[in-house]
């Protein structure tokens, strides 16, 4: 109890607020300004052991992987990040200084988007260390993208530089959220469909063309860098925890996207969308695509 | 894998949704329609051998009490829930049933008071169940009650018959939150001040105190029936999980209250706001108030 209250009095002194608050924080419930627009909410559980590990992972890349999955989520809608709130399950040995860390950790990524930490509930345990997220944001103005509008003939095309290797690279655990990337394009472009890329291209590219009820075709080629090895596309295809945004518009707003983008992690082509069901993959050197068969390459 | 996407596809099937629902369940983040009052936003996790016990508290009930918790919040503030967000920390070993009569129990509470359950995340792990609830909401026409306006003069008030208990008597589980109960209160009064009763009233008054910065002073026999000892005086001070409305309003006010109030769960006052700081307790046939030792009535 104690400890549960020396924290939450530290949480309130030390942790950033929005303007979106219209109440001091501390009372039952959080009040925000809403957007006329609506109300974008995603939520994102990490646990110890599945998506970092305690004692190996740095508390503040906890705190803050942890308001970055939720971030990307509303990046994939094209929205903007404004009220975080966490909810902690604190096993009973837990040191208050990690737990400080954990949440510098979040907090530091809260500023980064001039998002505050607006609300939570801490609760110790005898489980292991889990970390709930919950964030609140607006829709763009031109509304939220989504995984509905994916069109025949359209181009899918993928932020950032290569898909896969998350782990290795602690990709999963330092990525930025790719909210403002999302923004420009749908400041730019009509945007037909989007997504964001968490539990690798091979499991997410199926959930957009169920979505749209259309057929996806990748090109091996373009996902992953040449050379390539089996094991690498097997990586690029189902590490997940990339992070980057999967988004399809027209060939001519593509080539524009590609030729004006302004920003670092860059974006490119990687498939098509045709008239059917499923997603198909296009080896290099053949002419017709196979079925993307996701057991084959879950590892 | 297969038991995450298996357990999604039924709660997309199964569970009520909102009218606030802009998007179809299954996007990356949900969109809400949004009040121009304001967006309330309350989240509490709940988990084994802390909120509940898996194994002794029937499925149903766990779903309940964790969405229940969190309307109790909302109703704190004098508002109305609208959507529901559920993450869930499974164990490896849970029966899929097991996980939807869990959710069935969130689906009822939902249904009672016109929620959906508009998004959510499930991750299965090596630790114990644990569920995250976040909820959305809109706050009463008159603006949120908070628990910042408690005023000299004021008297105390509090909903329901009886504190304590909540353990034995299952309350903490099949509570009904007092939404309905705090939004005719804010129809009909001015509440100076409310908040909910989780914590149990020797750690909630004080909060509420410190807030508002004013003295409270209750009256023992006002907060339990005679005949009463100390267990009895102790289980109503700090058990907690009471989940009743803890407000204050003008004496005329209390009055009118007390004459009028149309709910079963019944509504009594139990103390008196004075200048000064901290909560007093008045026992019976004292003349001067103690300040309320938690410590000495903590388990």
Same mark, same amino acid.
């Given at each position: 109890?104690?400890?549960?209250?020396?924290?939450?009095?530290?949480?309130?002194?030390?942790?950033?607020?929005?303007?979106?608050?219209?109440?001091?924080?501390? =009372?039952?419930?959080?009040?925000?300004?809403?957007?006329? $627009?609506?109300?974008?909410?995603?939520?994102?559980?990490?646990?110890?052991?599945?998506?970092?590990?305690?004692?190996?992972?740095?508390?503040?890349?906890?705190? $803050?992987?942890?308001?970055?999955?939720?971030?990307?989520?509303?990046?994939?809608?094209?929205?903007?990040?404004?009220?975080?709130?966490?909810?902690?399950?604190?096993?009973?040995?837990?040191?208050?200084?990690?737990?400080?860390?954990?949440?510098?950790?979040?907090?530091?990524?809260?500023?980064?988007?001039?998002?505050?930490?607006?609300?939570?509930?801490?609760?110790?345990?005898?489980?292991?260390?889990?970390?709930?997220?919950?964030?609140?944001?607006?829709?763009?103005?031109?509304?939220?993208?989504?995984?509905?509008?994916?069109?025949?003939?359209?181009?899918?095309?993928?932020?950032?530089?290569?898909?896969g290797?998350?782990?290795?690279?602690?990709?999963?655990?330092?990525?930025?959220?790719?909210?403002?990337?999302?923004?420009?394009?749908?400041?730019?472009?009509?945007?037909?469909?989007?997504?964001?890329?968490?539990?690798g291209l091979a499991s =997410?590219?199926?959930?957009?063309?169920?979505?749209?009820?259309?057929?996806?075709?990748?090109?091996?080629?373009?996902?992953?860098?040449?050379?390539?090895?089996a094991k690498d596309l097997r990586s690029a295809l189902c590490d997940g925890?990339?992070?980057?945004?999967?988004?399809?518009?027209?060939?001519?707003?593509?080539?524009?996207?590609?030729?004006?983008?302004?920003?670092?992690?860059?974006?490119?082509?990687?498939?098509?969308?045709?008239?059917?069901?499923?997603?198909?993959l296009?080896?290099?050197?053949?002419?017709?695509?196979?079925?993307l068969d996701l057991h084959g390459y879950e590892h």
């Amino acid at each position: 109890m104690t400890f549960e209250n020396n924290f939450v009095n530290w949480v309130h002194a030390t942790m950033p607020t929005t303007a979106k608050a219209l109440l001091p924080n501390g =009372d039952d419930a959080a009040l925000l300004s809403s957007s006329p $627009r609506g109300t974008l909410v995603a939520t994102d559980m990490l646990l110890d052991g599945t998506h970092f590990v305690v004692g190996q992972t740095p508390p503040e890349l906890i705190g $803050r992987k942890s308001v970055a999955v939720n971030f990307s989520d509303i990046a994939a809608m094209g929205g903007t990040p404004d009220s975080i709130f966490i909810s902690l399950a604190v096993p009973h040995s837990t040191c208050p200084k990690w737990l400080e860390r954990v949440m510098n950790g979040a907090a530091e990524m809260a500023r980064e988007f001039n998002c505050g930490i607006d609300g939570g509930d801490t609760n110790s345990w005898n489980g292991p260390f889990a970390i709930n997220v919950c964030v609140v944001g607006r829709p763009h103005w031109r509304g939220p993208a989504s995984r509905l509008g994916a069109k025949e003939k359209d181009v899918v095309m993928v932020s950032g530089r290569r898909l896969g290797d998350t782990l290795a690279s602690e990709h999963h655990l330092n990525f930025t959220p790719r909210i403002k990337e999302a923004q420009w394009l749908l400041d730019h472009f009509e945007i037909h469909s989007m997504m964001d890329l968490s539990d690798g291209l091979a499991s =997410d590219a199926p959930r957009l063309a169920k979505a749209s009820a259309v057929k996806i075709v990748l090109e091996v080629e373009k996902i992953i860098p040449s050379p390539w090895d089996a094991k690498d596309l097997r990586s690029a295809l189902c590490d997940g925890e990339d992070f980057e945004l999967l988004f399809t518009c027209s060939h001519a707003n593509a080539v524009e996207i590609e030729h004006n983008f302004p920003w670092s992690c860059g974006i490119r082509r990687i498939g098509t969308v045709e008239k059917g069901e499923g997603v198909y993959l296009l080896h290099p050197k053949q002419t017709e695509a196979q079925l993307l068969d996701l057991h084959g390459y879950e590892h």
